[in-house]
């Protein structure tokens, strides 16, 4: 597996530039429009964000579904060993949530305002914990106590945080996203982490995990329903991506 001709070159440059710069981070875009090309699995993960956000704003990109044979040559040409990584005109990107910005910046999903884009980075951090508090069950290697685990997170952690959602999507009514009139990155990040919790890559969640929240199940329905969403579920009929099509 090759990096693109153009990314190879970037890489190079980069690093010339950077004996020369000393560290500096700061390169300025090649054009208003960049090329895009998105390195994950093939699987929703930490990239199915940026794909959506990329989809809703109707932003062309390249989806590169990497293979698992062909990730032991990859991963030491990725800036931090890891995917999701994004090719913006060459350059690669790295880091999930600096991609989804950054995408959501590109499609106008992203307030210019500084307090509504702190507002609308609140909700996208206060999802990324909806993850973060299950990783400690992933260093368990008895399926059974990683179930029980899992289900003492969902008691204890995951159902205060959807409750809050909850409260969140009603306090923003039923005209409005999470933060205004228009859907920005947090519904996207929202959406992303309520389809992902049930779709069964975490054994021993339950998969009527929204029942006892209809506010919640209806945002889901509503963002499920955008035109450009259907579109990129529309041949789902089953595996990781059927929760982000209809919940259970
Ligand atoms: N903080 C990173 C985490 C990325 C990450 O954990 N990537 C995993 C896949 S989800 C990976 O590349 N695993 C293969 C490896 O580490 O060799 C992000 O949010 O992008």
Redesign the pocket.
């Known amino acids: 597996m090759q990096l693109s001709r153009t990314a190879q070159l970037a890489q190079k440059a980069s690093s010339q530039r950077a004996v020369i710069r000393r560290g500096s981070c700061v390169q300025t875009m090649a054009s208003a429009k960049p090329a895009l090309k998105l390195y994950y699995f093939d699987i929703p993960?930490?990239a199915e964000a940026t794909r959506l956000l990329l989809r809703l704003g109707k932003y062309p990109f390249e989806d590169y579904l990497l293979k698992r044979e062909e990730?032991a040559e990859l991963?030491p040409k990725m800036p931090?060993?890891?995917?999701?990584v994004l090719e913006v005109d060459g350059k690669l990107l790295?880091?999930?949530?600096a991609m989804e910005r950054f995408v959501a910046k590109l499609t106008d999903q992203y307030p210019s305002d500084p307090w509504e884009a702190a507002k609308v980075d609140e909700i996208a951090a206060f999802m990324g914990e909806w993850l973060d508090i299950f990783i400690p069950s992933f260093f368990i290697k008895d399926e059974n106590e990683k179930v029980a685990a899992r289900k003492q997170v969902v008691e204890e952690k995951l159902k205060p945080k959807i409750q809050k959602l909850s409260e969140l999507i009603e306090k923003a009514g039923p005209d409005n996203y999470l933060c205004g009139p228009k859907i920005t990155y947090a519904d996207v990040q929202a959406f992303v982490q309520l389809s992902f919790m049930v779709s069964g890559f975490f054994q021993g969640v339950p998969t009527d995990l929204y029942a006892p929240y209809p506010a919640v199940r209806a945002f889901h329905a509503r963002i499920a329903s955008l035109p450009e969403v259907v579109e990129a579920y529309k041949d789902v009929t089953e595996g990781p991506r059927a929760t982000y099509k209809t919940l259970p």
């Open positions: 993960g930490r990730w991963k931090f060993g890891q995917v999701p790295s880091q999930s949530s």
